[in-house]
């Protein structure tokens, strides 16, 4: 049973930091390039951030001076820190494992950014 739980979402205010989190379950995590996406109101699906086995990290150019990307093995669990969050970050933010043939995603956990 392959699982990616996501917490960490929620209301905060433009400036602020909120910490995403994805505990996998199911997978040799250590296989897996993990990624964040994101989608908000009346938009695409966007990759926001990803980290591979070798730790080599890619973002998204909207997010690379905000946001963080890290993951911890032991755990096996992906995390998102994002910094000076704007409104525009606003949308469901959704974890992803990545592994040949095999990609699982998350349930998507809100994030809302406003005043």
């Known amino acids: 049973q392959v699982q990616l739980v996501e917490s960490g979402g929620g209301l905060v205010q433009p400036g602020g930091s909120l910490r995403l989190s994805c505990a996998a379950s199911?997978?040799?995590?250590?296989?897996?390039?993990m990624g964040w996406y994101r989608q908000g109101p009346g938009k695409q699906r966007e990759l926001v951030a990803t980290?591979?086995?070798?730790?080599?990290?890619n973002y998204a150019d909207s997010v690379k001076s905000r946001f963080i990307i890290a993951r911890d093995n032991a755990k096996s669990t992906v995390y998102l820190q994002m910094n000076s969050l704007k409104p525009e970050d606003t949308a469901v933010y959704y974890c992803?494992?990545?592994?040949?043939?095999?990609?699982?995603w998350g349930q998507g956990t809100q994030v809302t950014v406003s005043s």
């Open positions: 992803t494992a990545l592994f040949g043939p095999y990609d699982y």
């Open positions: 199911g997978i040799i995590f250590n296989l897996y390039a």
């Open positions: 980290i591979r086995s070798d730790l080599t990290t």
